[in-house]
């Protein structure tokens, strides 16, 4: 059975800065695209981020974009999202998530995501 994990998440101020890590078991890493989405409580669910199987093509939701880095490292089979200058409405529950679609036109859409991982918790204070 695929697991997608997620770590790196916590609690830091304002301003400062986090780097989340995600993995999977059971997959071809260098197959998949690779996203980061977000859920604060009482919100939906939003894409922050996606990269394309080999990394050479990213995007990110304009509320992150300049602030936040996604990357991957083929050889640890390793995606991260690198979040710098947080603030205090980036806090939310962070997901990874895999698809076999690419990182282009609908990558924000939920339902074009294969497999998802539990969460890490991001909470960032005032």
């Known amino acids: 059975q695929v697991q997608v994990m997620e770590s790196g998440g916590g609690e830091v101020q304002a301003g400062g800065s986090l780097r989340l890590s995600c993995t999977a078991s059971?997959?071809?890493?260098?197959?998949?695209?690779w996203g980061w989405f977000r859920q604060a409580p009482g919100e939906e669910r939003e894409a922050v981020s996606c990269i394309s199987r080999v990394g050479s093509a990213s995007v990110y939701a304009d509320s992150v974009q300049g602030r936040f880095t996604i990357s991957r490292d083929g050889a640890k089979k390793m995606v991260y999202l690198q979040m710098n200058n947080l603030k205090p409405e980036d806090t939310a529950m962070y997901y990874c998530a895999a698809t076999g679609s690419y990182c282009s036109g609908s990558w924000s859409s939920e339902g074009r995501y294969d497999y998802w991982g539990q969460g890490t918790q991001v909470t960032v204070s005032s």
């Open positions: 059971l997959l071809t890493f260098d197959q998949w695209t």
